[in-house]
């Protein structure tokens, strides 16, 4: 389209049309005063603040709501428009309190800025305070809404961005104020305390609580957060060498732009939590001659590893030593943490964390797709046809995709949700299908089948890119769909709305731990995988299968090898050729032995089979099921090596306990669950002695006969980028994007001719009801706490809110067994059993339980069984067979 | 004497609701419907519009509270709306508005307990050549004095 011309402080400027002059001085570098205008939110015009004249028709106009048009001449700072400004700032001054000196805003109020700017002090007008009660029940935001300039940031970030609803305007005149439904704290509403608000509102209306700190941030620096996946571009204010304030860093190019969640935003406390390990330590033996953990030198902490581990892999052999590295460290040191596993000691015994969430299943996509399918950038589900959310619940588990996902949704994409729970997604959903916990594989074959009759699938890109298509139909055809709909909950006429929706349409899946820990987990993926196919959903944008990470660098950990059976970049070590590459990498004989899985590793503790185990940054006590048993494998250990940044069970077992660092406090990458590489560097030091990890690692691999040190993140960098070719990309600064190659064709790289094959048909039978536990407990988290709950849980303000993790049932099954919300009951499986207080909810059907993960040292552990995710027979981690009694 | 507010008609409400579920700019006609027929927007019916509007409570609140129109509370039987505007304030509507709150004893925005009467004010009725003027319900009242408005709140109270 044509641009526009235009004049702007005498600088001849050119723009599209439907620019704003605000928009179009900022991109030529002249700055317009504002307070109600932010780039990412609908201009909205309250504050007039933006002032500009109109040299030709004299008219004063706000800038940020009016577009450019041709020939304009505009002028942005005469002394009229200046006059103009001040009074408006000085009538927003009028009606506000005197509390500037001890505003909790600090040096981010905008308003005070701008006051100052203008050089505006007293304003010789009437004062005229608005005074509204302050509301700081909560422990994470303080409302002073007589500060309020009713610019209506917050509720547009609460609504346009984060897509919650908890605010708008109330009232109308002097009385008018954002407000929660029904005028309620921020507590009692649906308000998830992401905190977005906070970041945006220009003045102390709204500011965070911190309760151990008062003032500003001396400085603020670049950092990226290191709870979920998703790897939030983070701006870090610290003050003394503390970590007071975290902010979105807003960055154009940042997966999450304006907002954060709560855990981003308000749970960092942790970093600053006494229980932060500040120098290695030893079990000596004190008074009384008992053993007490006690500070040594780094010397001789790391002496005593290498020495044992040495020792024992001269004794037992170098299978009887296992390493679990960790899917919140970076690629940098999982990189290394393998490379000593595997070069130094020996072993494939080596994994991490992100077992935990299933995240090794993904590998089966990797396998069929030659490594082609990995996740794009969320944004691209902007554009998608049809979106299928499967066993996720992103509202909880990774905020920002959620807010994509709603964004997405309010313009009109089709979202399906299938899921037991009626999740907060659902209100935005086209259609939600509550199938029965564990059936999703059988849905997915019914909707294949469907589409197959119908012909409403896509022949021309089977033809090209897949094969077996032949011998899929046939088994599709002997599906029996009346067993589908017995099975799943579901109705014929859900199933067909469903193939509606779907015919002709390229598919994204977001993917989450509803399918990766449940007990079919492998084969429902083979199915979706199935069903890209037939759609023709696979090699464009906005189409394809997003596996939803859990943990921040959960997929960084698997690409750099810190899992038994793939070498860095994902190379399968059962082929020859792969290890034969990295034999040549690295200069040493790879063992073709498959290691030992997280789940393995502690049954073969159990059972004497290992005899050391290096942990680093994971807490194998609170992530697994039947903790108890856990606990006696790792005791059962003759060497044991902890190394973490909070005190916790696991360290009072530990031989020698390594203080690590948080990601704050160091260099290095995570890769998100797009496959986004980020670099950080640390915005303050680790606390005490504590040394970065790959620190750590360096001086322990020099000690264990590593020919030279590395000494520089930078230097583990140049190695990986050299040697894996996915990380190419990878730098210290920006962005970079994880490069798959695939040999497929539908992937479209030069040369690739291979079809990508169908998946078995597999069919699942009717689950036997069992009498002695009728309910179904599903167990998921919630937004407060990430994974297990280390960190979260060691944060102040987490701790202050006290979320307790009521178990949701259904209000008919509480009616019959007569519990009222708040109730105490008990929740016991064939595993063990838990105390919980009960909530009632419509959110969850008759029959099922939900059981928030985390609280409570992640006591929910207890109700499953400590089986191997990664079996094909497993029963998964998901779901498990419950009663309920009342305390 | 009935002090509690008129009992809601939920299944009425209900209906209202379904009526216009998913309608396009269908919220205020809506609003008007349940205003009209309970006299107020129960605050406990917010929830319920807003999930078959498909938008968030919060801004069913704030269309609510944004129009004079709507109330959130149960009103009296009888809204008396007192003129504040110039040309009543000129002729006396402030002695006007005192003497209402003495004969009622309630105070602006307020309800009787026995859900009778509700005491408001209003900027200006459109009537200033009759000023001072109120109204009650539909009905208008002007040319005001101590006498006639004693009179005129005599016939409701009776009623
Ligand atoms: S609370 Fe802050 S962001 Fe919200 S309208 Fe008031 S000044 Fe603006
Ligand atoms: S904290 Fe987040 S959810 Fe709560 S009101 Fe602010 S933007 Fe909305
Ligand atoms: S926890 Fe996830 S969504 Fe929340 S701020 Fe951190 S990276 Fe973003
Ligand atoms: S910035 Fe333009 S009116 Fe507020
Ligand atoms: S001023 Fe009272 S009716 Fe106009």
């Known amino acids: 389209m044509d641009k526009i011309v235009l004049t702007i402080d005498n600088k001849r400027i050119s723009c599209p049309p439907g620019t704003s002059i605000l928009q179009a001085a900022t991109q030529n570098d002249i700055k317009i005063p504002h307070l109600c205008y932010h780039p990412d939110l609908k201009p909205f015009g309250a504050c007039r603040l933006c002032l500009v004249e109109d040299e030709q028709s004299g008219r004063l106009m706000a800038s ?50 701008v006051a100052a700017q203008m050089g505006i002090g007293e304003t010789n007008l009437y004062a005229m305070p608005n005074y509204k009660p302050l509301e700081q029940a909560n422990p994470f935001i303080i409302r002073d809404l007589s500060k309020c300039i009713l610019c209506g940031k917050c509720i547009r970030a609460d609504h346009e961005l984060v897509a919650v609803g908890a605010i708008d305007y109330n009232s109308r005149g002097f009385a008018s104020r954002p407000a929660t439904v029904h005028e ?96 290695p330590m030893m079990p000596k033996k004190g008074e009384g001659e008992t053993l007490q953990m006690t500070p040594v030198a780094w010397d001789e902490a790391l002496d005593q590893v290498a020495e044992r581990l040495r020792h024992i892999r001269d004794e037992s052999g170098p299978q009887s030593i296992a390493f679990v590295g960790s899917s919140k460290c970076s690629n940098e040191e999982n990189y290394l943490f393998q490379k000593i596993a595997r070069v130094l000691i020996g072993t494939n015994n080596v994994d991490n964390g992100g077992y935990v969430s299933g995240q090794f299943l993904s590998t089966i996509l990797d396998q069929k797709t030659g490594g082609g399918c990995r996740p794009s950038p969320v944004s691209d589900l902007e554009k998608a046809d049809v979106i299928v959310v499967l066993g996720a619940d992103p509202n909880h588990s990774l905020p920002v995709v959620s807010y994509y996902l709603k964004r997405i949704a309010k313009n009109g994409v089709p979202l399906i949700v299938v899921d037991p729970r009626k ?17 999703d594989l059988e ?87 199935n069903l890209s196919l037939m759609t023709g959903s696979l090699g464009a944008e906005g189409a394809g299968i997003y596996i939803l990470a859990r943990e921040n660098n959960q997929s960084g950990a698997m690409d750099m090898g810190t899992v038994p059976n793939l070498l860095p970049g994902r190379m399968p070590l059962a082929e020859d050729s792969a290890r034969k590459t990295w034999e040549k990498n690295w200069g040493v004989k790879i063992s073709p032995d498959p290691g030992l899985n997280l789940g393995r590793v502690i049954k073969a503790a159990e059972s004497g089979q290992i005899k050391a185990l290096y942990i680093m940054g994971e807490n194998p006590l609170r992530s697994l099921p039947q903790p108890q ?34 990601a704050s406090e160091k260099s290095g990458s995570f890769t998100n669950l ?62 970079g994007w994880v490069k798959t190659s695939s040999p497929m064709a539908v992937f479209g790289a030069a040369g690739a001719r291979e079809k990508i094959s169908f998946s078995p048909v597999v069919s699942t039978a009717d689950e036997p009801a069992d009498s002695d536990y009728p309910f179904t407990a599903i167990l998921g988290s919630l937004r407060y706490h990430l994974g297990s709950g280390t960190r979260t849980s060691a944060s102040d303000r987490i701790r ?11 209000v008919a099954d509480a009616d019959k067994l007569k519990l009222k919300d708040g109730d105490a009951v008990r929740i016991e499986t064939r595993w063990g059993e838990i105390k919980r207080k009960i909530g009632r909810s419509n959110r969850i059907e008759p029959g099922q339980l939900f059981v928030p993960l985390a609280v409570n040292a992640n006591d929910a552990m207890n109700l499953i069984d400590l089986n191997d995710l990664a079996d094909p027979n497993t029963t998964g981690w998901k779901t498990c067979a419950a009663k309920i009694t009342k305390v | 004497m009935n002090m509690k507010p008129p009992e809601i008609d939920w299944d009425r409400i209900h209906e209202i609701i379904e009526k216009h579920k998913g309608v396009k700019w269908g919220l205020i006609p809506l609003l008007q419907e349940v205003q009209e027929h309970t006299g107020y927007i129960p605050p406990e019916s917010i929830e319920l519009i807003a999930e078959a509007m498909n938008l968030y409570p919060s801004e069913v609140q704030g269309v609510i509270t944004f129009y004079a129109g709507f109330a959130l509370k149960p009103k009296g039987k009888y809204v008396l709306r007192v003129c504040r505007g110039t040309a009543c304030h000129v002729k006396g509507g402030r002695s006007v508005l005192r003497l209402m709150q003495k004969e009622l004893n309630l105070k602006e925005g307020e309800t009787s307990s026995d859900y009778q009467f509700t005491l408001e004010t209003v900027a200006c009725l459109g009537a200033c050549f009759l000023a001072p003027t109120m109204m009650i319900n539909r009905d208008y009242f002007g040319k005001l004095s101590p006498t006639k408005v004693s009179s005129v709140l005599g016939e409701y109270q009776k009623k």
């Open chain 1, 64 to 113: 940020c709501v009016t577009p450019v048009a041709p020939d304009m001449t505009i002028q942005t700072d005469t002394p009229r428009i200046i006059s103009h400004r001040r009074n408006i700032v000085r009538l927003m001054i009028a009606e506000h309190p005197e509390s500037c000196i001890v505003c909790s805003k600090g040096n981010r109020c905008q308003l005070r800025w």
């Open chain 1, 443 to 529: 849905l997915i074959n019914a909707l294949a089948a469907l589409l197959h009759e119908t012909n409403a699938y896509d022949s021309e890109f089977i033809d090209h890119y897949a094969e077996g298509f032949s011998l899929f139909t046939y088994a599709l055809s002997s599906l029996d769909v009346d067993k589908v709909c017995r099975m799943t909950g579901l109705e014929m006429k859900d199933l067909n709305a469903t193939t509606a929706l779907l015919e002709e349409k390229r598919l994204a899946f977001v993917i989450g731990h509803g399918i990766l820990q449940q007990r079919y987990g492998t084969h429902t993926l083979g199915a979706i995988l």
């Open chain 1, 674 to 735: 797009e496959g986004r590489i980020q670099g950080f560097s640390p915005v303050v030091s680790p606390p005490g002695k504590a040394k970065p990890d790959w620190e750590i690692l360096d001086l322990l691999a020099k000690r264990l006969g590593a020919a030279e040190a590395y000494g520089t993140v930078e230097k583990i960098r140049e190695e990986i980028r050299h040697l894996v070719p996915a990380y190419a990309d990878m730098n210290g600064r920006g962005p």
């Open chain 1, 800 to 810: 202050e809110f006290d979320y307790g993790g009521e178990v949701d049932i259904s």
């Open chain 1, 629 to 662: 048993r856990v606990k006696a494998a790792l005791a059962n250990l003759d060497f044991f090596v902890v190394q973490d940044i909070l005190d916790s069970e696991i360290v009072k077992l530990a031989d020698v306990v390594l203080p690590g660092a948080a």
């Open chain 1, 184 to 279: 309620q704290g921020l507590e009692q509403s649906n308000c998830t305390f992401c905190g977005t608000c906070v970041s945006l509102c220009p003045t102390g209306a709204l500011s965070a609580k911190n309760s151990r700190y008062v003032g500003s941030p001396a400085e603020e620096s670049f950092s990226i957060c290191g709870f979920c996946g998703v790897g939030c571009s983070l701006a870090m204010g610290q003050s003394a060498n503390k970590v007071i304030d975290v902010n979105p860093a807003h960055l154009t190019e940042s997966v999450n732009k304006a907002t954060l969640c709560v855990r981003g935003h308000f749970a960092h406390d942790f970093l600053n939590s006494r229980r932060r390990i500040i120098a």
């Open chain 1, 423 to 439: 999740t907060e997604l659902v209100s935005f959903a086209s259609l939600w299908l509550p199938v029965k916990p564990q059936t």
